[in-house]
Antibody
Framework: QVQLKESGPGLVQPSQTLSLTCTVS????????VHWVRQPPGKGLEWMGG???????DYNSALKSRLSISRDTSKSQVFLKMNSLQTDDTAIYFC???????????WGQGVMVTVSS | DVVMTQTPVSLPVSLGGQASISCRSS???????????LHWYLQKPGQSPQLLIY???NRFSGVPDRFSGSGSGTDFTLKISRVEPEDLGDYYC?????????FGSGTKLEIK
């Protein structure tokens, strides 16, 4: 069955770089795209960006200068890297699969990232 | 960016009652291919969002028929009939017609 699971550090210092991994199973990264969505504590959802089946990427313009999404298809993993972290980047980070009818159908459990010194 | 205005912010309902959530977009969500990419999600406490309705009115696999979606253009509605305890949580609309993708700000469904 389709599964996604995020992993990464729970704590990042301000100005440092966040690195997260999304490990997927039950589908191929060359057939489906995977996106990242984040949610600050007690707040709503924000689309960050995604990587398509052909390896191309799309980013939220608000984050584009700090964000990079890549993948390793042999390991079924998608990576998020975001630099220059600030306290308002504290959030739960989710990876989610994009279905061909243009919606997110399966989600990971999310990983909480706190930006603090 | 397309702004998704979701109302109400909080929606107290009685178990067994009906709930209605509105989502309005700052521009039409009709894609050049004729499809309208407006979807609804429920996020239960401590969980990741789960898809309820895709493309305005299509229930996702396993979603009970108590949930229904309607609307067109810029104005969309999610209706929940015969509310059950498992329906409580935060509801979000998502538009995927235009990039960047944008979510509504959420509606908390709670017991009256």
């Amino acid at each position: 069955q389709v599964q996604l699971k995020e992993s990464g550090p729970g704590l990042v210092q301000p100005s440092q770089t966040l690195s997260l991994t999304c490990t997927v199973s039950g589908f191929s990264l060359t057939s489906n795209s995977v996106h990242w969505v984040r949610q600050p504590p007690g707040k709503g959802l924000e689309w960050m960006g995604g990587i398509w089946g052909d390896g191309s990427t799309d980013y939220n313009s608000a984050l584009k200068s700090r964000l990079s999404i890549s993948r390793d298809t042999s390991k079924s993993q998608v990576f998020l890297k975001m630099n220059s972290l600030q306290t308002d980047d504290t959030a739960i980070y989710f990876c989610t699969r994009w279905e061909w009818s243009n919606y997110f159908d399966y989600w990971g459990q999310g990983v909480m990232v706190t930006v603090s010194s | 960016d397309v702004v998704m205005t979701q109302t109400p912010v909080s929606l107290p309902v009685s178990l067994g009652g009906q709930a209605s959530i509105s989502c309005r977009s700052s521009q039409s969500l009709v894609h050049s291919n004729g499809n309208t990419y407006l979807h609804w999600y429920l996020q239960k406490p401590g969980q990741s969002p789960q898809l309820l309705i895709y493309r305005v009115s299509n229930r996702f696999s396993g979603v009970p028929d108590r949930f229904s979606g309607s609307g067109s253009g810029t104005d969309f509605t999610l209706k929940i009939s015969r509310v059950e305890p498992e329906d409580l949580g935060d509801y979000y609309c998502l538009q995927s017609t235009h990039f960047p993708l944008t979510f509504g700000s959420g509606t908390k469904l709670e017991i009256k």
